[in-house]
Structure formats: C-alpha cells, structure tokens
C-alpha cells in the first residue's frame, strides 16, 4: 500500500534552483510515494524578507491549508552542512509551520553538483562537440571546490569556446544555464557519491519510511 499523496511547499534560495522541486518529487515518486510541491516565487512577493522563516510564514499563508512537507534548499558554504541544517529547523520551529522537513544542502553550493557532467555542460554552453579542457573536478573532489559557482561559470565559457560579443552573452546566461543542469541532472550518475546527496536521499528514505503502515499487511 502506498502512503497518501503528500502536499509541501518549496523554498529556495533563487528562481534558477527551482529544479530541485522537481527532483525531490521525483525522489519521493520513486519510492511510491506521490508528492506535490507549491512553488511560490518569492522574488516577486512584495514585503517577503529573504530569510527562511519569512519565506516559510509567507508561503503558508498563500497556500493557505495544512500541508505536510516543507522542502527547504540552502546552500552550505562556508557555514557547513550541519549549522545550515540547525538554521533551517530554527527556521521551521520560529516560523510556527507545523509540517515535516526536507532539508537540501549542497556542500558548498548548489554548482558543485553541477561540476559532475562533463557532456551536459557542453550541451547546454551550445557547443556539444567541443574538445576544449575544462577544469572539472573529479567527484570526490566537488565538494571541496572553494567556489563552484566561478568555476562552473568559467567551464560553460570554455564549453562554449565563445569570444567577444558571443562569450559576453553566454556570460550573462548564467543562470538560465545553471537551471538546465539541474533539470538535466542524473539523480542516478556521480551525484550519489558526495556526501550532501546522501543526506539528502537519507532524509527522504526517513520521512517516507515514516508514512508507511505498521503492519506490512495493511
């Protein structure tokens, strides 16, 4: 028997994260489990503070009724992964939502997920059958890059292989590209290596684990 569909709200850190809604829908579908996050675009919402606790207040008065899941994504950097958690709880506990947790942390940001995909940064600088080196680190070295998002951004001009006016336009589509990658993220590729994403696969299996019935015969 599968658990209920579950109801959340989604809460990231800009609109190019968006994604990540899409892939925890996805992670819980994969364990039988149907969920449905609101999205609500906070960058548009006048009088919304950026701070989790705001975004969390300002997203359940929009969606108005009881909702079981709050998805929560912010980045580690230099912080760490466990103060970030203890942020986002805090945050949860002083905003008076009542819901369960789904915290998502890259270590140290978002970007180094990204860094794991050589052919998908080519795909999405335009130019897939380019042979310049890019600078990518090895899995078990992305999580340690000081700043994932410059080098991330300096590998899709490379991928590019743009000069003058064309490298100054792939430049200033950063984050529509950044939002590719994570549409096109494999969930089942390198990413499941760095230690983040199996915090955040053990979230999940938690939460879900706890919807299920008792009695394996229900």
């Known amino acids: 028997m599968n658990p209920a569909p579950l109801s959340g709200l989604y809460v990231c ?5 968006v994604p990540l809604a899409d892939i925890v829908e996805f992670l819980y579908a994969e364990r039988g489990c149907a969920l449905r996050l609101s999205r609500p675009n906070f960058e548009a919402l006048r009088g ?12 359940a008065r929009l969606i108005d009724e009881p909702f079981n899941l709050a998805v929560v994504h912010r980045d580690a950097d230099r ?19 009542v819901c369960d947790l789904i915290p998502v942390i890259p270590i140290t940001m978002t970007e180094a997920w990204l860094l ?17 080196v890019l600078s990518l680190p090895k899995t078990h070295e992305a999580e340690r890059v000081a700043d994932p998002k410059a080098l991330l951004r300096e590998c899709l001009l490379q991928a590019a292989s743009a000069r003058g006016r064309r490298r100054q336009t792939v430049a200033s589509r950063f984050s529509q590209h ?17 230690t983040s994403w199996k915090m955040l696969i ?8 706890s919807l299920r019935p008792d009695d394996p015969a229900a």
């Open 13 to 17: 850190e800009g609109s190019s994260d």
């Open 48 to 59: 919304v503070r950026r701070d989790v606790k705001s975004k969390l207040v300002a997203g």
């Open 79 to 97: 912080a760490g992964w466990q103060e970030r958690r203890d942020e986002i709880e805090s945050a949860l506990t002083a905003s008076g939502v």
């Open 116 to 132: 794991l995909d050589e052919q998908e940064i080519r795909e999405v600088a335009g130019n897939p059958n380019g042979r310049e």
């Open 178 to 194: 950044r939002a590719q990658l994570l549409q096109r993220l494999d969930i089942n590729g390198p990413v499941t290596q760095l």
């Open 202 to 209: 053990a979230d999940i299996d938690r939460c879900v684990e």
